[in-house]
């Protein structure tokens, strides 16, 4: 999965992407660099400048549209936790709804259901959207994440999205600390036994940052091994700011997980 920022000030690119044709131009090279999915994001995780529903339906709806009639076999996600913006991304062609908020909108899964597009289900352990955590205290937090995303997915699932089309993700540095994060990574296995796909936001992120002692512009090794325990561990997707790295050191992966089972 494929990061695309149609933000001024997305965190990792500072709005290299924001202009309707770098978005494009970027998605085409997240393409032919093997990208599955494109995830657009029309507003910036953390604190910042506010942005209305009409103006990230403005930002998002119009790359949804041209990635539809430019790559009509991939899969086209949008980051958001509103539901009016996921039904017009839906009805432009969206196929997926990557909502990192943990149900902050819980209309969002109805609107997943009647557009029949998928949905992720995060745990942003309580966090408004755009809120960074402070003191975070999780005191049985791998237990209390799967608690929370199991119950996010049989959610959705009731409010009628279809199973095969519910993703789950841990969320990591969201509503968590570093070592939560890291644990997180660690217990990757324990999600996956939900027998929900699960889906890692990993790259580039504060964790990988701070355990290392790295900026943000020298976290792409951390990024990779992060990468690489998650998929040994169970993970099936991969939102990625690198896909070409990203593939080959899951692929590497792939290739020596498959022959230390025989």
Not at 245 to 253: C, I, N, Q
Request: charged residues 20%; negative net charge.
């Amino acid at each position: 999965m494929a990061v695309i920022n149609r933000t001024p000030d997305s965190f990792y690119d500072q709005g290299a992407t924001y202009e309707l044709g770098a978005a494009l131009g970027a998605a085409d090279r997240a393409v032919r660099a093997g990208a599955d999915i494109l995830d657009i994001g029309g507003v910036k995780a953390g604190p910042g400048d506010e942005v209305t529903v009409a103006e990230e339906i403005r930002r998002v709806v119009p790359v949804v549209a041209a990635l539809r009639e430019r790559h009509p076999g991939v899969v086209l996600s949008v980051d958001t936790w509103r539901a009016p913006v996921g039904a017009a991304v839906a009805a432009a062609g969206a196929d997926l709804l990557n909502d990192a908020w943990g149900g902050a909108d819980p209309d969002l899964a109805h609107v997943a259901a009647e557009h029949d597009v998928g949905l992720v289900c995060a745990h942003a352990g309580g966090l408004a959207p755009r809120q960074r955590p402070h003191r975070s205290a999780h005191p049985h937090l791998t237990e209390a994440v799967i608690s929370a995303l199991t119950a996010e997915a049989e959610r959705a699932l009731a409010a009628g999205v279809s199973p095969d089309r519910i993703l789950i993700d841990p969320a990591h540095d969201f509503g968590k600390n570093t070592w939560h994060s890291l644990e997180l990574t660690r217990r990757t296995a324990d999600l996956a036994a939900t027998g929900w796909p699960v889906l890692v936001a990993v790259s580039n992120k504060d964790f990988v940052g701070e355990a290392l002692g790295l900026g943000l512009t020298e976290r792409g090794e951390g990024t990779l091994a992060v990468l690489a325990v998650c998929a040994w561990e169970g993970a099936r997707l991969f939102r990625v700011h690198d896909v070409a790295a990203a593939r080959e050191a899951l692929a590497a992966v792939t290739q020596m997980r498959a022959v230390s089972q025989g």
